[in-house]
């Protein structure tokens, strides 16, 4: 039987690694907040302007925002869980 887990020590620069990855998470979840903001302008500009394209782009952009949000915030949550099916496999 083999038993292996993460060794969160076994390679130099791990910490710095960790520091890294939190910092593009921040980076992609102010990315996300911002082009929440532009679809949302786009979204709002369209319906104002009676044009049904840039609405429908807008409300698109909206939708693609807050996924992109949803991933970001749950990248831990959903390697963790993933982590733990392939574990019970």
């Not at 921040?26 to 049904?52: E, Y």
């Amino acid at each position: 039987m083999i038993d292996i887990d993460p060794n969160g020590t076994g390679l130099p620069g791990i910490d710095q690694l960790r520091v890294i990855v939190g910092a593009v998470m921040t980076v992609g979840l102010i990315l996300a907040v911002l082009a929440l903001i532009i679809a949302a302008i786009v979204w709002g500009f369209g319906a104002n302007s009676s044009n049904p394209h840039l609405a429908s782009r807008g409300k698109s952009g909206v939708l693609i925002a807050c996924g992109a949000a949803i991933i970001c915030g749950a990248a831990v949550t959903l390697t963790n869980f993933f982590w733990n099916v392939g574990q019970a496999i």
